[in-house]
């Protein structure tokens, strides 16, 4: 069980900054409290939905013929059907349990390596820093959607491919917060203390720095998830990333595209669930944000 | 102020090294025979296979393969083309022009549609323009933005009919141009509001006020003023990712342009062209960044002395 240190909480939410920006502090709160709670709702029943899926989708989602093809929305097919006259709504509810895992692994993949390489610099300094900086420096100076492209050029499609070249991407966004925030952890005086009883380094950053470096590291990674999925179907919708006939969303939508004339719904379903998906996780990041870590307000 | 320039060009070295390095290990790392991607499956002697490799100077040491590469690359020569055999220098040379006029295009929505949400929302926050302009951005930053192309051509371009959907000229750029600007609208929109409240409780704004002058003059002539530094970086980033921004725009909309000509190139194992891109689009970001730099030292002097 991680501890948190409440000192350095305290001192992340207190500080005086003003009476007025105290109360639109309070005023955005209690403004974004029921939207938050919109936003989480609406995000569990995706979660659910595309845990159920197999229980609540009407149709085998590759089964091809299960109606007329490109029918619209309707009883029998409440978003329509495909050109095979495949299921769009079972379809969509199975490609939520492509979609969000490939989200959450992609920011996995972001926030291990770059917690270690951000802890590793900003905790370790000295020339360890420098090389980790480097890194972490040239790493931000490619534009973003490039590295992934690059990952991609190389590896070659598929869902692996796509969790690994959005998963890197994002290593230098989290590595920089990350050696921010150990930066600062690095000079309190409970670190001093405890190198004073002897803790190895390894141990203060698993046991002090880690735990206080995790509010920011949460926040992140909450709306990462939902840039995440955006770039994921994007690349499907591109034919980079997850190839049909897998349901992924990105890739369904690309489909869909030359039908949009005769049968619109294939492409506004699909977009319409990513839209709400990144929505609720940017509503429910931007929550954790006023909570966890109000330093990190408005960058 | 030169040697703050200096050191800002110095730090775009290591990236542009890495970045030519990624590009020269993109032909090395890909699994299977390069050769065989050029004969794009045509069956071919072993000598006709010893000359391709020649021609790519894959038969010699990786030392000097790489700075072959490198002392090409610099004087513009990427080789030729997989797919038409044409130079890469060439093929890309064709595709700019659509490129640019779409990113100066786009920057023209994204920056004007930003900064007037963001001051409409920073005059008067909490009111419903406020939510109105949030919400705005909101949808913009989590639009997936080939959805927002598809909706806007579907109304505006197949139902409406007002707005061609191909083809060239000005009428058929302004939807690309909203769909490349939107990403821009919501992230300057959000930083633009929350630099006019950030400054708010300064006290150069307070003597603005106490002078008796009128909020709206408060918020625009001096509030303003610090708010426009998000507009440079935005500016900066949206001139570096030009390319980058146009691989959805291009796609949808099925323009030309150096973004849908890197998804054709990664997809049919263009090396040549991916690497080219590659360079290209690093080299463009960099520089725009070292750009907006330069640009904050000279509007704000402190920096330069950090």
Sequence with gaps: MMHVKPLAIAERTGGPRGAAAGRRRRLTHVHRYPLAMFATAVLGMVVVAAMLAPVLSPYDPSAMATGPALSPPGPAHWFGTDRYGRDLFSRLLFGARISLPIGVMAVSVSVVLGSFL?????FLGGRVDTVGSGVID???????????????????????????AIGVAGIPRFARIVRGTALAIREHTYIEAGRAIGASAARLIRRHVLPNALPPIIVLATLYVGSAILDTSSLGFLGLGVQPPTPEWGTMLSEGREFMRYAPWLMLFPGLLVFVTVVAINLVGDY???????????R | MSRYVLRKLMWTVPVLVVATTCAFLVLRLIPGDPVNLMLSGRPASERVRENLR??????????????????????????????????????IAQQLPASLQLAGAGFIVGVGGGLALGIAAGLYPNTAIDGAAMFLALVGISMPGYWIAMLLIYFFGLRLGWVPIVGGGLPALILPAVVFGSYAIGNLARLVRSSILDVRGEDYIRTARAKGLMERVVVLRHALRNALFPVVTMTGLLLGLFIGGGVITETVFARQGLGALLVTSILTKDYPVVQALLLLTTAAYVFANVLVDVVYGVIDPRIRYQ
């Design chain 1, 118 to 122: 951000g802890l590793a610099a900003g």
């Design chain 1, 138 to 164: 040239i790493m931000l100076g490619f534009p973003p959607i490039m590295l992934a492209l690059l990952i991609i050029a190389v590896l070659g499609v598929g869902i692996q491919n796509v969790v690994i």
């Design chain 1, 288 to 298: 954790l944000r006023a909570v966890l870590d109000p330093r990190l307000k408005g």
């Design chain 2, 54 to 91: 020649a021609k790519l100077g894959l038969n010699r040491p990786l030392p000097a393969q790489y700075a072959y590469f490198v002392l090409h690359a610099l004087r513009g020569d990427f080789g030729e083309s997989f797919a038409t055999g044409q130079p890469v220098s060439q093929v």
